[in-house]
């Protein structure tokens, strides 16, 4: 069974993260700051609504936030996380748009290998160098979006899951068919 369900993350408060709370989008980009997960905590969880967006999602909690949030009411700096059928998403609440963020919750195990700070992977039976531009997490596992460092744009991306292993050989971002071919790797069919 596939639950779809959506969270709310908040920056955590104290002083030390004043300067994350409330800030565009931009003005972190220009201070070099990051949005990471440590700083922030997890506010609200619920289950999605049929035809649930990020987009009306946020119209939604803008308006008023559930009496179980142990949060603020919904706000620039905030995240929402979706699961969707197993398939994670995170958006940045900017003053007048969703920012898609790559990276925000990462799966840390001791056996990865690629990460979001990635570069310079050397991928088996491809030329050149290749670092992780896009992330996204299918039924539990981390898979990677890897642009060719010499070529950039003109050559099609590769999907690796955190162990390198290539599990979509040429792609352009995680779409329908990526996902797809995603969950062929994760729940191969065995053929008797």
Not at 18 to 27: I, K, Q, S, V
Not at 68 to 87: C, E, F, P, R, T
């Amino acid at each position: 069974m596939n639950l779809n369900q959506f969270a709310i993350y908040q920056v955590k408060m104290g002083a030390e993260f004043r300067p994350l709370r409330f800030r565009p989008y931009a003005e972190l980009q220009e201070k070099h700051l990051r949005v990471d997960v440590s700083n922030y905590e997890q506010v609200y969880l619920s289950q999605m609504a049929p035809g649930d967006s990020a987009q009306t999602i946020r119209e939604r909690l803008e308006k008023k936030m559930p009496k179980s949030s142990k949060g603020h009411s919904l706000s620039v700096s905030d995240v929402i996380v979706m699961n969707q059928a197993g398939v994670i998403s995170a958006y940045y609440v900017d003053k007048d748009r969703l920012i898609a963020l790559a990276g925000f919750l990462r799966l840390n195990s001791s056996g990865t290998l690629v990460s979001m700070e990635t570069t310079g992977f050397k991928i088996d039976g491809k030329p050149g160098t290749w670092l992780a531009c896009d992330d996204t997490i299918v039924d539990g596992r981390q898979f990677f979006l890897m642009q060719n460092e010499q070529m950039k744009n003109t050559a099609a991306c590769t999907i690796v899951n955190e162990s390198g292993k290539v599990v979509v050989s040429d792609a352009s971002r995680f779409d329908e068919a990526a996902i797809q071919q995603i969950r062929e790797f994760l729940h191969p069919v065995i053929v008797a």
